[in-house]
């Protein structure tokens, strides 16, 4: 067994684990990074493409800003159709700030780059990662890479590891109150080499269900469309695919660009939150602790906020000895998640159809979406939640 030292050890390298890693390195904190997964497989795994206004400046007051400021693109606004009618959300005239476009794996290459170009220890392929001894004063972590079994001694382990990791599942029996939500559908999404239909998506309300038009690049289209959440990909032929798509977000004037389809998955939709998030020494944070539906585009900017604040409860600890901001890190994470639970929650029940929904529920649904899009202060509750409420 290969033992070694850090202060924070942090299971998971994705946008949670890897930016907290960064942001405790540049508060002169020591980590190392404990990930399952091959780093090419990290850095190419497909996931959401939106990031708030404060986690794009929190971006580039790190460093990490060049790439997203060249290859992505700035949304001062969306676009929400309903009733084939496409109404034009102005974020920044109704709050001042803006989104940027710039997809996941985008922001997980430049932090795993930054790391390695300072430095950092991030290891990839390490199996059967497992947290001992949290609940004292000395946590440690245990895990096997290249058929060597490693003991990494920390004062702090920050369990970063996903919905599906290990370390939610090692707190007490009985101790984590879960509040779980399935939806009755899914996502089928779908990169195609087509440039985007419009500068800006569009969310759109359709009898048929849900559509959504994202964008990757000036040459790439990312598309959704609402399905069953087991829905057979079998079923969807490139063809049905842009019939259903042209479609649901057909408008006057719009003319959707079709193109090669080179990526196509389901995804099902769910809002999940664990309470508390910390015991003794352990902490999680982003997935590990709670799940939101897509719509609204929040799982990676929730992920991001939970870091930024638990990097700040941690610089407290280590830096100036105060012990207390630790202890705040489940009730101030859990306030700012049950915000972004609540508009998530929200935009997804606006904006699909339920098919269990009766004639009363589909007229308060079409209520509500003509209140926020015709009202000034609706419309102002929307922009407020989606460019993102302040990190802390
Ligand atoms: N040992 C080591 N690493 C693990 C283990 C384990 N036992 N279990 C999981 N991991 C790794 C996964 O391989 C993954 O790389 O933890 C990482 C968790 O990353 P994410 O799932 O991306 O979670 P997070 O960093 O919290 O980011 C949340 O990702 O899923 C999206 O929509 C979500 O955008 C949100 C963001
Ligand atoms: C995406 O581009 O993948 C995306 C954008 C907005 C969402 C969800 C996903 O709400």
């Known amino acids: 067994m290969s033992t070694s ?50 986690v794009a400046e929190l971006m580039r007051a790190t460093g990490l800003g060049e790439r997203m400021d060249s290859v992505g693109s700035r949304h001062d606004g969306t676009n929400f159709l309903v009733n084939g009618e496409l109404h034009h959300i102005n974020f920044q005239n109704l709050v001042g700030k803006h989104v ?36 004292t004063g000395d946590p440690y972590i245990t895990y096997t890479q290249n058929g060597i079994n490693h003991r990494l001694d920390c004062d702090i382990i920050a369990g970063c590891d996903g919905f599906h990791g290990i370390c939610r599942p ?6 984590i109150v ?18 985007p239909s419009l500068d800006e998506l569009i969310y759109a309300n359709h009898p048929n269900g849900f559509a959504l038009l994202s964008m990757r690049s000036p040459t790439i289209s990312r598309l959704y469309l609402q399905c069953a959440p087991d829905e057979p990909l079998e079923n ?60 609204g585009a929040k799982g990676l900017n929730s992920a991001i906020a939970d870091v930024a604040i638990l990097h700040r409860a941690l610089e407290a ?5 105060d012990h207390e901001a630790l202890a705040s890190y489940t009730p101030i994470c859990l306030k700012r998640i049950w915000q972004i639970e609540r508009f998530s929650w929200w935009m997804t029940s606006m904006m699909h159809k339920f098919d269990n929904h009766g004639p009363f529920d589909a007229r308060m649904q079409t209520a509500e979406l003509n209140y926020i ?14 460019v993102g409420l302040p990190l802390h």
């Open 178 to 195: 879960e509040y779980d939500r399935l939806y009755p559908f899914g996502w089928l999404g779908i990169l195609a080499e087509a440039p």
């Open 170 to 175: 090692a707190f007490p029996a009985g101790m």
């Open 5 to 54: 030292k850090t202060r924070v050890g942090i299971i998971g390298a994705g946008p949670s684990g890897l930016m907290l890693s960064h942001l405790l390195h540049l508060s002169g904190v020591d980590n190392v990074v404990i990930e399952a997964r091959s780093r090419e497989y990290c850095e190419n795994r497909i996931r959401a493409g939106i990031l708030e206004y404060e």
């Open 373 to 386: 899009l015709t009202s000034s202060a609706g419309q102002m509750t929307l922009a407020e939640n989606y």
């Open 236 to 295: 969807w032929p490139d063809d049905r695919i842009w019939e259903e798509l042209a479609l649901r977000l057909g408008h006057d004037g719009f003319n959707l660009n079709t193109g090669k389809i080179f990526q196509k998955s389901v995804t099902a939709m769910r809002s999940y939150v664990a309470e508390p998030m910390q015991t003794g020494r352990l902490f999680l944070a982003g997935d590990a602790a709670h799940i939101v539906p897509p719509t």
């Open 317 to 321: 600890h280590f830096k100036h000895n």
């Open 100 to 135: 940027m476009l710039y997809s996941q794996h985008e922001v997980v290459r430049d932090l795993i780059a930054a790391r390695l170009k300072a430095g950092g220890e991030l290891i990839f392929e390490a199996s059967d990662a497992a947290v001992h001894d949290y609940e």
